[in-house]
């Protein structure tokens, strides 16, 4: 199979995905108790007169038949049009165009601060001459897994906002802003990373091409670097792909602890409010960004590793495109995804 | 309005792991937060900002549905109302109706708008505009989707005489709580431009053109929202100290809605006022210099609505014996500070109808328990609950979610009805399901009662079936007929009198047939930083920021 046809292949892949995922939280908040007219007209607070169901219904087209208002959704999604927010009246668009750069920006911050400590945690752990220190790296990926983002964040805002005054606890301060809610979020999902990366090291380094550079006098960093890194990441790869999940997933916590209003905040409002358009277009946003990134990181195996190419499914099997390695080597675990010898 | 001065007792145990963390390293860190004793109060300063920290994100500007905490804390500050009613004394005062006249048989009411008030879009608040927001009001707008506001009466035919600056309202029927209504947070007056923009325009903050002292120059929603003065003002309440602008040039808006940072924000001079604290932390609080400010507002008191379709509270044995099962001065006592109080009737202190009905449900558990054994309640469960027929006598509730101390308070409950074996099942949900799980067929206790402008029309809107209906009462029961007749005649009296004879009655009724159960005087609780003054709530409990401004450092 060609490049081309693998990337239409899963990009067909990728449009079935975003409109399940659309389909299928649609009929959800459809079943889930309640709906937001219901709500309004029994707010506790503040209930509206029966009379102002109808207008109301009618107007967010809540009278029509499921199927109906599913079609009608779908396709105003189809040209574009997110609708208006339920609760706000913002448009869907405005909020997600306003979200949106704040949480990229935190989610890519959030990663390099998790790559960098991944990999430091790693390499410490996999070639510290001293096993003791070899020993405690060892244990941080645990430590960071178990430490609630809540905790973190508002210890780090205790100390280096309330105390020292270094970042303000809200408002924009430029790349300021950025720093405590990365550490957080980049924290909470080092842990995974480092413990398969520590482990893909560690096989890795234990090799034969590695006896022989090193038998041919290769110097002990360009192995650790050019080499065992570069063999032993493959699994720490895939696990970052999926751990976009993670640092979408996180930044609802760390965007509450440090009153940003990015996705996280938007989407933990508007599922409170069952605010359905916000959530749909949320839904569509996530979902397009998981399956982009998980088609990338399947382009970039045979990048990282030229033995890999991707390759046609075995005729028999009907499964998405798979990965594999044309050239035989000596049997090893590369991660396990779906790589053959 | 309250100060804070007695110390409370801890409320309930906190996520003791996270905060010693925190505490740990903040000791870590060294240095004072910050904090200053009060400073005097002086002659008030113009101009600069006051960052208000509010615990939630404003939702809805839309005047008749917004009802939210957080909507209503901004629609006081940007619109004004025909009537004022003075929080101090509780009595009625002109504001935009420089003065009125009810006619006897109170269906009559003539308001004379006061001259030279505008919008902040710069067009006239005349009595066309009055005419339209009163037509507004009671109609709505069902083409663009806009409720009727249920405080309101159903119908009224609404003449004006621009010359003597006159709106007459003449209403198909008395109804006595019309000036407290006006009085109300979502009776702000709007622009025609408000009344005229599609549904999702007037949801928005931005699209609020009132006549009061701020307007919304800044909308960033859940981030920001910028309140600037209006230079021209000068329409405040006779009562306000401050007749002209406000003093501050803006109220920045910023809701953090945890409050642990909310609370660190203030202390460490981030913010200069917040809403939201546990009762716990007041004292603390009012310690270091902050001003604990707080009121319990007009209107009805934290209560119990126990709902006809549960068939364990049918039975109003059961339901006297949750009534006299609660220790609520143990309730205050325990979980809050002098900011709150036993409730002692369904409304709450100071309000027209008020009056003192403690010994109706005082608190005597022997009394429960015989009114237990009397229902037939007279087995016994292994957990000690009371049981009939091998059935746990169980009595189902949801914790508010609009109320954030409403856990705590439950479980304190619990804890008093276990000792005459009822077993309080507290369930929670989320935001977008309480509304439905709350009123669900299985709850047996329904918590209400909020502040509202006026206590008559709130009573009447709860209890009656044709309302809310909070004691979920069969039409056809004759207790809903009762409780209609009663509440009708406070709504369709004719002087004030009548109106708080029939509000005693029907809570005479309501009390006595254990429908309501008084809990609470429940109380709106803010803290502002050492360096403001001059801070005040409305009758309702919410934010005034005219008369407020901050000492120079």
Not at chain 1, 188 to 213: R, Y
Not at chain 2, 75 to 96: A, G, I
Request: with cysteine; charged share 20%.
């Amino acid at each position: 199979m060609t490049r081309r046809r693998f990337i239409v292949r899963r990009t067909a892949q990728a449009l079935l995905v975003i409109w399940l995922s659309y389909t299928l939280t649609f009929f959800t908040l459809f079943v889930l108790p309640g709906d937001p007219i219901y709500n309004k007209l029994h707010s506790p607070i503040n209930p509206l007169p029966p009379e102002a169901a109808e207008p109301l219904m009618r107007y967010y087209n809540f009278d029509l038949p499921v199927v109906e208002q599913y079609l009608l959704s779908l396709g105003r999604f189809l040209t574009g049009d997110f609708g208006y927010s339920l609760q706000t009246g913002h448009a869907v668009s405005e909020l997600l165009a306003e979200a949106l750069p704040q949480t990229l920006v935190l989610a890519a911050a959030g990663l390099v601060v998790a790559l960098v400590l991944a990999l430091t945690v790693a390499l410490t752990a996999v070639f510290a001459p001293v096993a003791a220190v070899r020993g405690v790296a060892r244990l941080l990926p645990g430590l960071f897994i178990s430490t609630p983002s809540f905790v973190l964040g508002f210890a780090l805002l205790q100390v280096f906002s309330f105390r020292l005054g270094w970042f303000a606890s809200f408002g924009d301060q430029g790349w300021k802003t950025y720093v405590l809610p990365a550490i957080t979020l980049g924290i909470a999902v080092t842990g995974p990373i480092a413990q398969v990366l520590l482990t893909g090291l560690g096989k890795a380094s234990g090799q034969p091409f590695v006896t022989v550079l090193r038998a041919k006098g290769v110097p002990p960093v360009t192995i650790a670097g050019r080499h065992i890194l570069k063999n032993g990441s493959i699994p720490a790869l895939t696990l970052l792909a999926l751990t976009v999940g993670d640092l979408l997933a996180g930044a609802v916590v760390v965007e509450t602890v440090f009153n940003m209003t990015g996705l996280g905040m938007i989407t933990q409002q508007a599922v409170r409010d069952q605010d359905t358009p916000v959530v749909m277009a949320i839904v569509v946003l996530v979902s397009a960004t998981y399956v982009l990134i998980n088609l990338v990181t399947d382009l970039l195996y045979p990048v990282i590793d030229p033995r890999i190419s991707i390759a046609p499914p075995p005729r028999r099997r009907r499964r998405p495109a798979v990965v594999r390695e044309p050239i035989a080597v000596p049997a090893r675990d590369l991660g396990g995804r779906e790589v053959t010898a | 309005m309250k100060h804070l001065l007695t110390r409370p007792r801890r409320a309930a145990a906190l996520a003791a792991g996270s905060l010693l963390l925190v505490s740990a390293l903040s000791a870590c860190a060294g240095s004072d937060p910050g904090i200053k004793p009060a400073a005097a109060a002086g002659a008030p300063v113009h101009g600069g900002n006051l960052t208000y920290l509010d615990a939630e994100i404003p939702i809805s500007a839309q005047v008749q549905e917004s009802g939210y905490w957080q909507d209503r804390a901004i629609l006081w500050n940007v619109l004004d109302r025909l009537v004022y009613r003075n929080p101090e004394t509780n009595k009625l005062e002109p504001w935009l109706a420089e003065k009125w006249t009810v006619s006897p048989d109170g269906r009559t009411y003539e308001f004379v708008i006061r001259d030279g008030v505008t919008y902040s879009d710069g067009s006239p608040l005349d009595v066309e505009s009055v005419k339209r927001n009163l037509e507004w009001q009671i109609k709505g707008d069902p083409d663009n989707a806009i409720s009727p506001n249920p405080i309101f009466p159903k119908a009224a035919t609404i003449t004006t005489d621009a010359a003597s600056r006159t709106v007459t309202v003449e209403l198909p029927k008395p109804y006595a709580p019309f000036l407290g209504v006006l009085t109300n947070w979502s009776s702000g007056l709007v622009a025609d431009k408000t009344i005229d923009a599609s549904r999702e325009d007037q949801l928005k903050f931005k699209n609020l053109i009132g006549s009061g002292a701020f307007v919304v120059t800044e909308e960033t929603y859940g981030k920001k929202y910028v309140l600037s003065a209006r230079k021209e003002y000068a329409w405040a309440p006779p009562s306000w100290k401050n007749q002209g602008a406000a003093y501050l040039d803006t109220v920045t808006i910023v809701p953090v809605q945890e409050d642990a940072v909310r609370l660190g924000t203030l202390k460490s001079g981030q913010g200069d006022l917040l809403r939201y604290i546990q009762p716990s932390e007041e004292q603390a609080l009012a310690d270091q210099g902050f001003h604990v400010v707080a009121r319990s507002g007009v209107g009805l008191v934290n209560q119990w609505a126990l709902r006809q379709v549960a068939p364990v509270v049918q039975d109003v044995d059961v339901r006297r014996a949750i009534q006299h099962g609660i220790d609520r001065d143990a309730l205050v006592d325990n979980l809050y500070t002098e900011n709150w109080g036993a409730a002692q009737s369904l409304l709450s202190p100071g309000t027209l109808g008020f009056s003192d009905k403690t010994a109706q449900f005082a608190y005597d558990p022997d009394e429960s328990e015989k009114l237990l054994d009397e229902a037939g309640w007279t087995g016994t469960d292994d957990d000690g609950y009371r049981t009939k027929d091998g059935k746990t006598l169980t009595v189902e509730t949801y914790v508010d979610v609009f109320d954030n101390t409403a856990r705590v308070l439950f479980q304190a409950i619990q804890a008093q009805l276990k000792e005459i074996g009822i077993h309080l099942d507290i369930k929670e949900t989320d935001y977008s399901s309480y509304g439905t799980k709350a009123y669900g067929p299985t709850t047996a206790a329904l918590r209400t009662g909020w502040p509202g402008g006026d206590p008559a029309v709130t009573l009447w809107n709860t209890y009656r079936v044709e309302g809310w209906n909070s004691a979920s009462l069969d039409p056809k029961d004759p207790a809903a007929a009762q409780i209609t007749k009663l509440l009708n005649a406070a709504v369709d009296a004719t002087s004030e009198e009548d109106e708080a004879a029939a509000l005693d009655k029907a809570q005479d009724y309501l009390i006595d047939q254990a429908y309501a159960i008084p809990l609470l005087n429940d109380s709106q609780v803010y803290v502002a930083g050492t360096d403001v003054q001059g801070f005040d709530l409305s009758d309702g409990g919410l934010p005034e920021y005219h008369n407020a401004w901050k000492t120079e450092d």
